[in-house]
């Protein structure tokens, strides 16, 4: 990975040197990462990153490259001194890649001086913001897919080299089987697939010279692009004049893929096609601006479809290319204690959960699905013997008696004081945890329209820490 | 720069092994680079990234550590031996980084052997499509704030560390006058602007304490963020109070930062206390999900805001969050000839341009405004002293003769045979280019909401080539 020390707003160097002018940079500070909405209006978020977030806390070092530039904006020699020293050596907890997460979770925990929560803070939320949103752009795809492959396609169209690397990485985290991305296949050991492209078939004099020059190269896993000139008239029939010839030779044809035009039609023609020709087993691969939707739509229209490509829509998140992850401060040490710390908003929603917290997931023990999560302050336990009760951060009314349930911690320990205590996982270890990770939420929260909203509750001890801060507040007007 | 070698889509290998089996891989192609929409509805696209593209281009080289992935996927020594030697030897011309172009115009035109010209499609998309999209978003908000600064702010919502990197590249580009991102400060040298967040605010036990720490530290620079607790009655009192305390000591407060809430009111009010106090130099500058309609918008309220600052909605250009450039044959050298080709579609839009091509513009000499482009074929000359006859590539009735007009051809050298002819320029002489090729522009393609199309014509003899190859393909079924 690249020196990204300077991978930061500059405001948290102006913060950091404030801090060390007032001299309370070595304060203990916690920050939380969270976010408020799940992308694509999604019933959750997949989180994805994390490993990255950790490949750049280790290498987080200023250069003499990088002090000169600082120095060069301004900063006098006690500040780039401090940073010349730096080394992360606060403790970071958070989920564990490829964790299914709702709005208002802490994700990632930083307890850290100040002066280094601060630095820490662009480089997270840009990691992770982006893979947790492509992850779950993926998985929506998949999930109209129905189990499907979907193959990444999406590197011309990704906004940067980075965001088609990263990307490709979230994608098969999310449930993608590969990429053509070569640079992502190598770097995190995933699957790369792809064929020809319609220069393949032009630059040659005619379709059947082009479909025969690539099956003599590949006869044993031709896949040939059917729609540079005609799918029906030409593309098909080219196809099985070549495959035939393959057959012969002893090889059997892997398939067709169609890029244009109405995939629903040429993909029922094309079938149809190939079966009597001889050629049941031969797969038929869609791609063409292709999202969630269009799929969802193909399906049901009878599109035999074996596997689909997804490029922009993917990549990019077309329709919700962000996800608006935020860092906030939750607590302060001071004499040795932590004082919780809210951000108040004329917005209810965007009102802080104060304090040092973590957050828990409850699962109903007979089907072992998730009931509700909960976060609480951190050094709450959870009589397990004991039914809970659970109520609405608002609608207070609306509460909740569970019996019968088994609970866990959803933050694990990433850094303890600057050490590493996070095991890092193979991507189709990582893929098959969000598999099980959505397996124990039901159905309803699964839905790609308008999914049923999870339960994300605060223990009573917080709640009141919350009411309280604020009910301060708006007497004092400062907390 | 990294090693981007294996950046590339997974085909450009596979069709590359195949030209090499097939023996034409030293065979001469030409691919055009082009778009077929502006971004955002805009009246033109702002071309970024051609300096990204020459670096990408100069270090194409694979590693023994590439050699071996790629060997890994299943290709012979053959293969992996001509890749060993890569080194790109073709002829790339393009336009100037900061030009101004429009739908269908060849942007990068590569002329190059088949094997070399196929394995940097992928890249080149990449980075020329992302650049072009953010620099063309940037001058959208810029042309919205009508003069006020705009300062990219997006790094934490970007599409990982490169799309925040050169994000905020294109950005500058497009006309904003700073970033905060530090990294790409130092790589372009673009100025570096911030201030404080709500953390440092809340870091202290009141906000006037926080703000007096702020001061303590940035006498000469002080900008105070205004929002945390309550705006009109607390932030903006309490800026006052220091700001006064400030000038005591000598110093000219900058101004304060309003992050959320009604910013038309808000800044209207803070204006009026800050006048009232005696400070009507302090600036007014405000952030919090802005994009070209809520800045336009915002002005049309009266809002007093002399600054924007500006994140995810810029730099992931979130309404439009991908420029469509494509990268499409052209021409194929045979026998010592270029041979033009043409990629059919039944969507008329799709049809490429035939052959090896050039694109001029057409000034009025008079006002010195853009009158039309036209794509002509390479060997084409205008006899400047003579009326020029232009004509749409649709609608042909639709003509129009100029008179007392300049020419300029856009597509100048970039690589030819491998030698670098590209002179990188200064981010500040981009963004100057930029102004230069707006200014050239009649204000009715400069609208942001509905602008007139600008004409793109074909010549005459590059529209009868074309005409010929598309009837050609109806009769015989094959190009």
Redesign the interface.
Known sequence: M?N?A??????????M???L??N?HK?T?V?DMFFRKNPCDNGFTIIAGIEQMIEYIENLKFTEE?LD??QS?GFDDLFINELRNFKFSGTIYGVKEGSVMFPGEPIIRVKAT?FEA?LI???I???V???S?IATKASRICTAAKGDSVFE?G?????????????ARAAVIGGCSST????A??MFDIP?????????I??FD??LEAFR??A???PDKCMLLVD???TI??GVPNAITVFNELRQLGYEPRGIRID??DLAYLSKRARKMLDEAGFPNALIVASSDLDEDTIHSLKIQGAVINGWGVG?NLI???DC?????V???AA?EKNNGLIP?I????NPE?ITNPGYKKVVRIYEKCSGKAQADLIMLEDEIIERNKPLTIFHPVYTWKKKVIANYEVRELLIPIFEEGILKYKKQSIQDIQNYVKEEISTLWPEYLRLKKPEFYKVDLSKKLWDLKQTMVNQ?KES???
């Open positions: 690249k990204l300077l991978l930061t707003d500059f405001y948290q160097l102006t913060m040197n404030g801090y002018n007032n309370i304060d500070v920050f990088d530039y600082i904006l100040c601060q803070e662009t480089a939320l840009n990691i913001n982006f893979q949103l396609f590197l011309r169209r990704a906004q940067g080299p980075d965001a088609g690397i990263y990307g053509s991305n070569v640079l296949g190598k790369v697939v792809g064929t020809q492209a319609h220069s393949w032009q630059t005619t379709e020059a690539y003599k190269t590949y540079t000139y005609d008239q030409s244009s035009g922009t990019t998140s077309k290319p962000a996800l608006g992850g860092y906030k401060l302060v710390k951000k108040i908003s004329e965007k507040y007007g400062e907390i």
